[in-house]
């Protein structure tokens, strides 16, 4: 478990890192959680069992429009990426920069076409 949390939090932090100057200060605000996977509030709330990743809170610029009372966040669902990635480092590590990635999207307040488009879909 240990090293599925350090192999994602570090492609997590590369990914922060080769962002763009602009997009990576606003990014470097936006904490990233590592859990096992969903929790069972989460699945009473909709959240897919199998996710690999999700971003909470408020998008960027849209202060108070939602109603959540949890703080912008994305969380990286280690055991479902292992599992989604064979247990294998090297697919993992990828997979979760890329999930990292799509999450970050919806904090910037990207839709799913604008994902697709950068090819985080």
């Not at 932090?13 to 990014?27: F, G, I, S």
Request: some cysteine.
């Amino acid at each position: 478990m240990k090293k599925w949390i350090s192999l994602a939090e570090r492609a997590a932090a590369e990914a922060l890192a080769a962002l763009p100057e602009e997009v990576r200060q606003r990014a470097e605000r936006l904490p990233v959680t590592c859990m096992a996977r969903p929790t069972a509030a989460m699945h009473r709330d909709g959240v897919d069992p199998d996710l690999l990743g999700l971003f909470v809170g408020e998008a960027l610029g849209e202060s108070g429009s939602s109603g959540l009372d949890l703080p912008a966040q994305i969380i990286l669902f280690t055991e479902n990426l292992a599992e989604y990635s064979d247990f294998d480092e090297t697919i993992f590590f990828e997979e979760a920069r890329r999930t990292y990635l799509h999450e970050l999207g919806h904090y910037l307040g990207w839709d799913e076409s604008d994902l697709s488009a950068r090819d985080l879909d």
